[in-house]
């Protein structure tokens, strides 16, 4: 199946991984250990996830959508305490036709910063909390909303250094600032439970669907709710760990032009302390 994302997207992940590939890591860690770690949304270390979501069957003409989320995590140390986790998703989006005599589109869609104050040291329970913002870097109107976002997010999680489990849940819900721009006024929310299952060498039984509601549409056209799971597996180039996922979901909610599949394929490079 052809996967429509823009080349110079690949190109320049695969660059990047070449440029990461010559950084060493700063401290030796298991495989099982790095997987905990990645597995971790608030964990005390720099990494850049590429996410690519294919939709299949999205929108009135049943096209392929493709979204690559470039995701960079950087944490920010407040004290002994505390840091600040910083997780920024900018999408970059391939769209299918939306209707007869109407063409694809592609290039970048809105990009979401959190910020969570989590605490430096944890027990086996974690959480995070902070502002959610959504900016308005939409390259073409198909591809997002003029209007500036701002709501809460938290995420909690259990990780346990004797357990081969992972699990825990992120939320958010993201409301306009303003009404007056392309777009107009929204209202969105989203749910993402996780449940990890590691196994030694770094390889993981995974499911983590995104959960998502448009509280301004219609009851019927309100929800998308996947069901679905994977594998994930930490890698090496050279000294830098990658962790790898592969994934699919199936929506057994979705609106009208909802996709009804999505596959998820990621390269998360791990920079641990």
Not at 22 to 49: D, H, T, Y
Request: charged residues 10%.
């Amino acid at each position: 199946m052809h996967h429509p994302a823009p080349i110079q997207v690949f190109a320049l992940s695969g660059l990047a991984a070449a440029l990461f590939a010559a950084l060493p890591a700063r401290a030796e860690m298991s495989a099982e250990e790095l997987a905990k770690l990645a597995q971790n949304p608030v964990g005390n270390m720099i990494s850049v996830p590429f996410q690519n979501n294919t939709n299949l069957n999205y929108g009135p003409e049943r096209g392929t959508q493709n979204i690559l989320n470039i995701q960079p995590v950087i944490p920010i140390s407040v004290n002994k305490d505390w840091n600040i986790i910083t997780r920024t998703i900018v999408p970059v989006i391939w769209m299918p036709s939306l209707g007869p005599g109407i063409g694809s589109t592609s290039g970048v869609g809105d990009t979401v910063l959190t910020a969570f104050l989590s605490p430096a040291n944890p027990g086996k329970w974690i959480w995070g909390a902070g502002p959610v913002v959504q900016i308005p870097t939409n390259s073409s109107s198909e591809l997002g909303n003029k209007n500036w976002g701002l709501g809460p997010s938290a995420v909690v999680l259990h990780l346990d250094h004797d357990s081969p489990w992972v699990y825990g849940a992120l939320f958010n819900n993201i409301w306009s600032v303003s009404s007056s721009k392309q777009g107009g006024s929204y209202n969105t929310f989203l749910l993402q439970p996780f449940i990890n299952y590691n196994f030694a060498g770094g390889f993981y039984l995974t499911t983590a669907p995104i959960i998502t509601a448009d509280w301004k549409a219609d009851s019927s056209q309100r929800w998308t709710v996947p069901l679905g799971g994977g594998i994930g597996k930490i890698f090496h180039l050279g000294k830098l760990p990658v962790n790898t996922q592969l994934s699919a979901y199936y929506n057994v909610v979705k609106p009208d032009n909802g996709a009804n599949w999505q596959i998820r394929v990621q390269a998360q490079f791990m920079f641990p302390k």
